[in-house]
């Protein structure tokens, strides 16, 4: 398809565990952009490339988290010694420049 | 940290009534834009309006911006059931890409 997609749709890992999180951007899409978004609430930035380099990361909440882009255009966020707060949804969003964001499918992480 | 916050927190209303919802942000922006998100599904763009424009509209959906008072609304004129979702606003800051979400409103619209 053309959209933004996601894998896996659905996570269930126990505390401790690293997982890491795909993000498939839409094809030619020069920004790609990571969101968590808790039940009830907005998404909340965690990080965006420009490309292969990594623009802001400000939303990153502890070094638990990390991501990259490598060839600008796949991207994996990993967060490792995973933690019960962490549980979440993850969402990724991709664009062509500055303007509308097209959203993915998101991944639900449940940490038990 | 969410920027905005949407206002009313959930709205319901008849179908074909028109529904107004207001969000409020702190920041100098470039952009604000609007998402809806249906129950369980992902987040899906509706309209952008630039910091110059005062409003703009698409189909059944019209925003202002108002960037003395930091804020915008959305309305939906002749709701229709398929309507009933989350609507969130977002902010894009001056010289930053990112979003900053806002809390989002319920919107329910009853057949």
């Known amino acids: 398809g053309a959209g933004v997609s996601q894998s896996p749709r659905y996570k269930v890992t126990k505390r401790g565990q690293d997982v890491a999180l795909r993000c498939d951007p839409i094809?030619?899409?020069?920004?790609l952009y990571w969101y968590r978004q808790a039940l009830g609430q907005g998404p909340e930035f965690l990080t965006y490339?420009?490309?292969?380099?990594?623009?802001?990361k400000s939303g990153l909440p502890n070094d638990r988290f990390s991501a990259e882009r490598p060839e600008g255009s796949i991207s994996t966020l990993t967060i490792q010694r995973t933690e019960q707060r962490d549980s979440a949804m993850y969402r990724c969003a991709s664009s062509p420049g500055l303007g509308e964001q097209f959203f993915g499918p998101g991944t639900r992480l449940t940490v038990l | 940290s969410q920027q905005g916050e949407e206002d009313p927190q959930a709205l319901s209303i008849q179908e074909g009534e028109n529904a107004t919802m207001n969000c409020s942000y702190k920041t100098s922006i470039n952009n604000l834009q609007w998402y809806r998100q249906n129950s369980g599904r992902g987040l899906v763009h509706l309209i952008l309006?630039?910091?110059?424009?005062r409003e703009k509209h698409s189909g059944r959906l019209r925003v202002t911006l108002d960037t003395s008072k930091k804020s915008s609304s959305l309305l939906i004129t002749a709701s229709r059931a398929a309507d009933t979702a989350s609507y969130f606003c977002a902010t894009a800051d001056l010289g930053n890409e990112k979003l900053t979400f806002g809390t989002g409103t319920r919107l329910t619209i009853i057949p």
């Open positions: 094809s030619g899409h020069v920004s």
């Open positions: 490339f420009n490309y292969e380099a990594q623009q802001d």
């Open positions: 309006i630039r910091s110059n424009e």
